[in-house]
């Protein structure tokens, strides 16, 4: 298949945009991802070695003069807002600086970038500001964003919101008059379409737990996932898996608990991956400390979200 368009892949985590962008045609020419766990796990996918930190001028210096895409799953950190006058921002010392920096010197036709949900309200709304303002007035991009849930836009059954940035460069003669996110989908996948039926490993089963009689007491429904919050356990009551989060490797807060034919567990990390909608058939996972793939799943993007985003900004390009 000849490739359509090209794209770099920055804050790449296991290459969830990557996967997205290479089933629609494109060709990733560049990675950068500076955690070594999910540079090895990108790599087993993907065939390439992200390079490391972005924020060092020797790695930006390999990014290829000339690419149609730039993709960034970015951290969210406060801007300094001292010296937001005139309408420009100060988003130095922080991480979209360095998208910044990317885009001002490569101009690619289409940015896009993905983050939580909280991005519009944090720091009182400043953080978001200074993107939009840095996008539209200091780069030149028409910005269109948008909040979007993985059960209603990807029939992924997870409940995960973030936002969605898609930016056109404006001088790329693009008709992005045109471009509309994804439409609501009605969701017919459930979790027992993802969850593994067969025992797993002993070491995610409850029963030697000093919260086991707790957590029977607790959890009686096997068409729902349950999450131990330290001290209480939560039933996801709408029946599709609580948002996985980062940190839900450590001590098993937060990790999704299920009751299947064997007992009561946490969902393995091949599950987590599959309820963000990777295809488990050809996802590669490495040998690496089952915390640091909790990690990387609950970092990733719902990659069919992704997908359908982009076959969205693809009919302008």
Known sequence: MNKKFTFIDLFAGVGGFHFALKELGGECVFASEWDENAQKTYEANHGIKPFGDITKPEVKAQIPEDFD????????QAFSIAGYQKGFSDSRGTLFFDIEQIIAKHRPKIVFLENVKNLISHDKGNTFKVILDTLENKLNYQVFYKVMNSCEYANIPQNRERIFIVAF???SNLDYSQFTF?????????IHDILEQERQDESYYYDKSK??????????SKDTLYQWRRIYVREN????????TANMGTGGH???LRIDNFGIRKLTPKECFAFQGYDMNNFIMPNIAKSKLY????????MPLVKRVAEKFLQVL
Not at 182 to 190: A, D, G, N, S
Not at 211 to 220: G, H, N, P, R, V
Not at 237 to 244: A, E, S
Request: glycine share 6%; proline share 8%; net charge positive.
């Open 169 to 171: 460069n404006k001088i």
């Open 211 to 220: 919260y086991i009689s707790q957590l029977k007491e607790e959890m009686k």
């Open 237 to 244: 009551k709408n029946g599709i898996c609580p948002t996985l």
């Open 295 to 302: 990690m990387q799943a609950g970092n990733s993007v719902t």
């Open 69 to 76: 895409i730039l993709c960034a799953g970015f951290p969210c």
């Open 182 to 190: 994804p439409e609501k989908i009605t969701l017919t996948r459930t």
């Open 254 to 256: 937060n990790v999704p």
